[in-house]
């Protein structure tokens, strides 16, 4: 009982955390801001908000016998694609939701918020099992949309020709030094496990641990940075067919691609837009918004290639356990104390600064999620989880590949080396990025 007691007292602290950031993230916004949505892939920030509720009063508060909703509609208006669970508004036509308002849109938190936390005051080990999980996933779900506030705002004030700053202030200014000569940290062949194991929380989608053939290879020890990339385009990156796969050339003539999205040519110069507002390029910066097909085309004209996913979690893994060993600091050692988090309040990469210790990789957590050659597909033995909490990973394993790594609109205690991050082949709103890999 005091284990089930601490457990339930650690679920409130946490669920108070998660859901004040999301409203600290909110806090320089305008009403108008809250509604804005300017491509399908994105959603109204109101949204975001009524949704991370809404699955917090589905999936544990309606759980309940005699629960009453706040509202008969909401469950219609801010579904996803929880197909099980009920009918849903278009994707789409989110943008079109004036009403509820912004106003009502936090009364609705408001109410969830203190039902939730009457739920956790009575929690104890006769309900700490499948209650308690769902919190759990609800708290992850949310962080995840913590990042998808960030991306979709910057995608929606990016198209504004005002190129208004959401963030100002000190905290866009540049920490770091010189990104430094790319290196090349060698691993050996071997047969590695990979994916998640342990009781802390994971995806069903990191599961289950498996073991794999790894062939001998050289991972970057760091992303490519803005300035490696502007060479790539000056040598004609966007106009040579040869570079590109046939559907990433097929995107490129279609969509008139020549920058990473959000670059503007200024006079003899280069400008990208940030959530601070647009200010020159950072030749020493990761690249960030690229595309798979644009980290394909960069690797290949570098004479390189992007790793695979089991290549990537491998060297996180070394890494880590090897910074865990030497240092034996932080939730993830010194590779994140050199990473760049949502919690830092920059919202965008920086530049990698010297390594931690000689050989070591640079930014393997945080700044920009990495592109790896891997489709998105189940691990030997996955099962999803049951009930509607199994469509949240399962039915998208097609046509994606995956991303690893965390980035500057991460919060930090919610990547882990084994999060498989999973997007379409020309995705480039997520603050995506390079780190290359060789064969040895």
């Not at 108008?32 to 009063?57: C, G, I, R």
């Not at 979709?152 to 866009?172: E, S």
């Amino acid at each position: 009982m005091e284990q089930a007691e601490r457990g339930a007292s650690g679920l409130r602290a946490r669920y108070d955390a998660v859901r004040a950031f999301t409203e600290a993230l909110c806090a320089p916004l305008c009403p108008e801001d809250y509604v804005v949505q300017s491509m399908a892939d994105a959603s109204p920030v109101k949204w975001h908000l009524a949704h991370t509720t809404w699955f917090f009063e589905t999936f544990v508060l309606g759980q309940r016998a005699g629960y009453a909703p706040f509202h008969p509609q909401f469950g219609y208006l801010f579904n996803s694609y929880y197909v099980s669970v009920g009918e849903r508004h278009s994707r789409p036509r989110r943008g079109v939701l004036s009403r509820p308002t912004v106003e009502e849109t936090y009364r609705y938190r408001r109410c969830v918020d203190e039902r939730m936390r009457g739920l956790l005051g009575e929690l104890d080990a006769g309900l700490a099992g499948d209650l308690a999980f769902a919190i759990e996933v609800g708290l992850h779900h949310e962080q995840q949309h913590q990042e998808l506030i960030l991306t979709d705002l910057k995608h929606a004030m990016a198209q504004n020709p005002l190129r208004p700053a959401i963030y100002p202030g000190a905290r866009a200014g540049r920490s770091g030094g010189a990104a430094g000569e790319l290196r090349y940290v060698e691993h050996g062949e071997g047969v590695r496990w990979i994916g998640h194991e342990g009781a802390a929380f994971a995806f069903d989608n990191e599961s289950p641990r498996h073991r794999v053939f790894v062939g001998p290879f050289a991972l970057a020890d760091r992303p490519v940075t803005c300035g490696e990339y502007l060479a790539f385009m000056r040598d004609g990156g966007y106009s040579r067919p040869e570079l590109w796969l046939s559907s990433g050339w097929d995107a490129v003539v279609a969509n008139g691609w020549e920058a990473p999205l959000y670059w503007e040519r200024q006079g003899g110069g280069v400008q990208l837009f940030t959530l601070h507002g647009p200010r020159e390029v950072d030749v020493e910066e990761p690249v960030c918004h690229v595309s798979y097909y644009e980290a394909d085309a960069y690797a290949r004209w570098a004479g390189a290639r992007l790793p695979t996913e089991a290549e990537w979690e491998t060297a996180a893994r070394e890494a880590l356990a090897g910074e865990h060993g030497a240092a034996g600091g932080g939730a993830h050692g010194e590779a994140t104390r050199h990473g760049n988090f949502a919690d830092r309040g920059r919202y965008h990469p920086e530049p990698p600064g010297p390594p931690p210790r000689q050989g070591a990789p640079r930014q393997l957590l945080g700044d920009v999620w990495e592109w790896t050659s891997s489709a998105y597909a189940p691990y030997p033995g996955y099962r999803p989880w049951p009930g509607a909490l199994g469509e949240y990973n399962g039915k998208f394993m097609s046509n994606q590949l995956v991303l690893r790594g965390g980035s500057c609109a991460t919060p930090e205690t919610h990547v882990r080396a084994t999060y498989r991050n999973f997007f379409p082949p020309d995705a480039r709103w997520q603050m995506s990025g390079i780190r290359l890999a060789r064969d040895l």
